[in-house]
């Protein structure tokens, strides 16, 4: 895996940090000297096969083939190379983590989301996707963390209020080729939204990751937190990242189909059937975190229940009416049970696997949601097929372990990896106060 290694980089990076992200959805890294940047883009930087083991609480836990003894490597990807523009003294690269035979160890998210993705293109269809994120701006004193508004939303004076930081933000993001569409105060006090153009599903996670980071350096410098935790204020509003999706085969989107009910083709009736199939063991991937279990609540625009409509934002999958002018350009679906904290990487390999199944098996979704479910009653949710997401991380975990689909796309050293770090951080957070909850989810990711 040598690659090109005749990269510029603004004259001042002093430091290039190597960036992965780990079961917990933490970006962690090594920062290499560039003046050792091109034999280290050859040759990799090596991690310890243990860091993976890593929870959230930065406890390690016991993983077969994860001990402390031997190493990886990371192995960077030179088209995600850039300098932040937060702090010209550094850039970053997005890494793939292999053994030093090269290969991949098993247990690499990104590469995982790569096969994903492969077995996709196997039938003929390329992915278009990206992460539309929300988020908290806070200020920290003492200890406690604080909204830095408390604007109403989509107000003028919300803009105004945050300006400075959001106009830095978007130059940022710009600045290393990320295409931003849309920037919006939100509901929650100190709550903004950042929505950015898709991409090829290895782009999409990787620009998820580039956001993430550049939200959080730009905040730093004007002196704020910024939180890509799911329900980092409980009393608030919670943050997603839905992931808009759409299929693709020699230009033509093969999910569009005008002459259909709500213009949505058979392809896509399977692959969002095969998401809705899938999607309670899913959530371990799209809303993996304990914290996460605050934001699917009824009436939250995060949805509760296993369910699919049109232009309907209390049901899992959304799918969204299109422009006119564009609209086979413009016509996706999008995922709202999956918020920020995730890893990028295993969500979007895990919602690919899902909805491929989906289109395997020809599985039909129902007839879609009209009404917000929680207010439905219960013969009439049954009879839809609209069964509640699991209610709590630990519930979320045993789906995920009994669906074969994710396990098997996972592999078993990912998976049992993946299930033993998550399950140590619910047991872990159930056994402590909601205090302790929010101060270790908020500015980790």
Partial sequence: MVRDVSVPLGEDVQLVRFLYCDFSGVTRGKA??????ARKLREGVGLTRAQMAMNLLDELCPVDGMEPV??????????????????????????????QDGEDWGACPRGFLRHAAEKLAAVGI???????NEFYLAREAEGRYAPFDHAP???????????????????ALEEQGLDVAQSINEYGAGQHEISIAPATPLAAGDRQMRLRDTVRGVALRHGLLASFAAKPFPAEVGSGAHIHFSLWRGGKNLMYDPANPGRLSETGLHFVGGILSHLRALTALTCPNYNSYRRLQPHAWASAYVSWGYDNRETA?????????????TFNAELKTSDPSANPYLALGGLLL????????GVEPGAPCLHDPALLESADREALGILPLPPSMREALQELEADRVLMDGMGDFL???????????????SAQDTDF?????FYRF
């Fill in 70 to 99: 031997g190493e990886i490597r990371l192995i960077p990807d030179l088209a995600t190379l850039r300098t932040l523009p937060w702090d010209r003294r550094s850039a970053s690269v997005y890494c793939d983590q292999v053994g």
């Fill in 32 to 37: 290499v000297h560039a003046k050792h940047l």
């Fill in 126 to 132: 390329e992915v278009q996707a990206s992460f539309e």
């Fill in 415 to 429: 998976s049992r990896a993946y299930l033993t770090v998550r399950r140590s951080e619910e047991q872990a957070f």
């Fill in 153 to 171: 939303v989509y107000s003028a004076i919300g803009l105004d209020l945050s300006a400075d930081v959001m106009h830095d933000i978007v130059e």
């Fill in 317 to 329: 999958v959304r799918v969204a009416s299109p422009f006119r002018g564009s609209e086979e350009e």
């Fill in 354 to 361: 899902a909805g491929l199944d989906g289109l395997e098996r």
């Fill in 437 to 441: 909850e929010i101060s270790r989810h």
